[in-house]
């Protein structure tokens, strides 16, 4: 674990870790966006036989095994069953209120000039869960509920095929619970594709896989990267990179919790990022001691990868004022920051840059991980400098309105329109509005 003072980060932070293209990677993700684009489904098969070691007839995976890997997880895991329940309410009231924010207007600009937005959910929403390392079965209710929520005509799940050739039950339990258990054919669809190749195969379409007009989710580096080449063709929720947080204390901040929570986000792989501010050498040094005896307590595979991520890009950075630390918060963007200070409300008016905020000692980032309601996709790689987490804005789409009426308002727009574009010099657009004289 890294510890350095405010005066050595602005030199530090030059080169920090973040979103870089692998060459190799981008090679082999165009190949297969290309392969998917040309070959279809039989490319599709091939790379799945490739990447999966599974041989499918077919990749939708048929509404009633995820009705069925529900009931068998109520059955053999109903603790685990309850919390996906109470953590799926939480979401879906959630982003059942950010819908209600966004609103369709019309307002009268001045007479006869009418302008106005109106809202409208794309027709076809597909989200992406990994099931590597460790399956995200809790993706599947942060990327669903909001698309339902938004009014998504269908949502279309795509993850990589188990040995049986279906995605792993907890995911497709979790889809279950995110149509409310019932009968969701016809709104809900699953298909046993993944990596590269199950984004080309959303964002193309195939003979058998339907092409989506938004894809959603985590993933790896080749997800990322088919992500990227593919924005454009297909809308995206955002390219993710590694997952990171910032824990910012103050003299009175508990250097246990900071490291409990620092663990949270290392334990994910070798290139998360967990970082801390503090007030004092002390309390980094409390912090860093924290670690190790914490990452001494974690099973074998999940504390491999923490001492990884810590040794290789760890970092715990000693502030000098409220000031310098809100500046150096604002420089790191961080996916998550937490706030772990005596009178945040004086701290969060300056704080503008991160995914999600978590205030206070409390306010555990794997609570917004799994059960508070807020969204876990969150941007990465300091990305926050300029985009915000999954929601239901990213299954919407605010498109505009005008509706003219004669009056004296829509006379002096018509002749503004028509002076404007004399002067760009764009006579048929001058000639447009001209037409429209003395018609008010």
């Given at each position: 674990?890294?510890?350095?003072?405010?005066?050595?980060?602005?030199?530090?932070?030059?080169?920090?870790?973040?979103?870089?293209?692998?060459?190799?990677?981008?090679?082999?993700?165009?190949?297969?966006?290309?392969?998917?684009?040309?070959?279809?489904?039989?490319?599709?098969?091939?790379?799945?036989?490739?990447?999966d070691?599974?041989?499918?007839?077919?990749?939708?995976?048929?509404?009633?095994?995820?009705?069925?890997a529900?009931?068998?997880?109520?059955?053999?895991?109903?603790?685990?069953?309850?919390?996906?329940?109470?953590?799926?309410?939480?979401?879906?009231?959630?982003?059942?209120?950010?819908?209600?924010?966004?609103?369709?207007?019309?307002?009268e600009?001045?007479?006869?000039?009418?302008?106005?937005?109106?809202?409208?959910?794309?027709?076809?929403?597909?989200?992406?869960?990994?099931?590597?390392?460790?399956?995200?079965?809790?993706?599947?209710?942060?990327?669903?509920?909001?698309?339902?929520?938004?009014?998504?005509?269908?949502v279309?799940?795509?993850?990589?095929?188990?040995k049986?050739g279906?995605?792993?039950?907890r995911?497709?339990?979790?889809?279950?619970?995110?149509?409310?258990n019932?009968?969701?054919?016809?709104?809900?669809?699953?298909?046993?594709?993944?990596?590269?190749?199950?984004?080309?195969?959303?964002?193309?379409?195939?003979?058998?896989?339907?092409?989506?007009?938004?894809?959603?989710?985590?993933?790896?580096?080749?997800v990322?990267?088919?992500?990227?080449?593919?924005?454009?063709?297909?809308?995206?929720?955002f390219?993710?990179?590694?997952?990171?947080?910032?824990?910012?204390?103050?003299?009175?901040?508990?250097?246990?919790?900071?490291?409990?929570?620092?663990?949270?986000?290392?334990?994910?792989d070798?290139?998360?990022?967990?970082?801390?501010?503090?007030?004092?050498?002390?309390?980094?040094?409390?912090?860093?001691?924290?670690?190790?005896?914490?990452?001494?307590?974690?099973?074998e595979?999940?504390?491999?990868?923490?001492?990884?991520?810590?040794?290789?890009?760890?970092?715990?950075?000693?502030?000098?004022?409220?000031?310098?630390?809100?500046?150096?918060?604002?420089?790191?963007?961080?996916?998550?920051?937490?706030?772990?200070?005596?009178?945040?409300?004086?701290?969060?008016?300056?704080?503008?840059?991160?995914?999600?905020?978590?205030?206070?000692?409390?306010?555990?980032?794997?609570?917004?991980?799994?059960?508070?309601?807020?969204n876990?996709?969150?941007?990465?790689?300091?990305?926050?400098?300029?985009?915000?987490?999954?929601?239901?804005?990213?299954?919407?789409?605010?498109?505009?309105?005008?509706?003219c009426?004669?009056?004296?308002?829509?006379?002096?727009?018509?002749?503004?329109?028509?002076?404007?574009?004399?002067?760009?010099?764009?006579?048929?657009?001058?000639?447009?509005?001209?037409?429209?004289?003395?018609?008010?």
């Amino acid at each position: 674990m890294r510890i350095i003072g405010e005066e050595q980060f602005d030199s530090y932070w030059k080169n920090p870790a973040g979103n870089r293209e692998d060459p190799s990677v981008e090679r082999t993700v165009r190949e297969i966006i290309e392969d998917i684009r040309s070959g279809g489904d039989e490319a599709l098969r091939r790379y799945t036989e490739r990447f999966d070691g599974v041989s499918l007839p077919r990749f939708e995976v048929p509404p009633e095994k995820a009705l069925a890997a529900w009931k068998e997880l109520c059955g053999q895991e109903p603790e685990l069953a309850a919390a996906l329940e109470l953590a799926a309410a939480h979401i879906r009231r959630f982003a059942e209120l950010q819908r209600s924010q966004i609103a369709d207007f019309e307002t009268e600009m001045s007479p006869g000039l009418f302008t106005g937005q109106r809202v409208i959910p794309v027709e076809r929403a597909a989200v992406y869960v990994p099931a590597g390392r460790f399956p995200l079965f809790s993706s599947v209710l942060m990327g669903a509920i909001p698309a339902l929520a938004a009014g998504a005509g269908e949502v279309v799940l795509a993850s990589p095929p188990m040995k049986d050739g279906v995605p792993d039950r907890r995911i497709l339990a979790a889809l279950a619970l995110s149509g409310g258990n019932g009968d969701f054919a016809g709104k809900l669809r699953v298909f046993a594709i993944g990596g590269a190749q199950a984004i080309a195969a959303l964002a193309l379409g195939t003979e058998t896989v339907p092409r989506a007009d938004v894809v959603a989710g985590p993933g790896n580096k080749y997800v990322a990267a088919a992500k990227r080449m593919l924005s454009g063709e297909v809308g995206i929720d955002f390219v993710a990179g590694p997952t990171d947080v910032l824990v910012v204390l103050d003299a009175e901040g508990d250097a246990d919790i900071a490291a409990a929570d620092m663990l949270a986000q290392a334990e994910h792989d070798p290139d998360a990022r967990a970082r801390a501010l503090v007030p004092d050498q002390s309390a980094a040094e409390k912090i860093a001691a924290a670690l190790e005896i914490r990452l001494a307590r974690l099973p074998e595979r999940p504390g491999r990868a923490a001492r990884a991520s810590l040794d290789s890009g760890g970092l715990i950075v000693v502030y000098r004022s409220k000031e310098s630390a809100i500046r150096i918060a604002n420089a790191i963007a961080p996916e998550h920051l937490e706030l772990q200070t005596e009178n945040a409300g004086e701290w969060i008016p300056f704080l503008k840059n991160y995914g999600s905020l978590f205030i206070g000692r409390l306010s555990a980032e794997v609570l917004g991980d799994y059960s508070a309601g807020i969204n876990h996709t969150l941007p990465t790689s300091g990305s926050a400098r300029f985009s915000g987490g999954l929601s239901v804005r990213h299954f919407l789409k605010t498109v505009t309105t005008l509706r003219c009426v004669p009056g004296a308002g829509f006379e002096q727009a018509r002749k503004a329109a028509e002076i404007i574009g004399e002067a760009e010099g764009l006579a048929a657009h001058a000639l447009s509005a001209a037409a429209r004289r003395g018609l008010s």
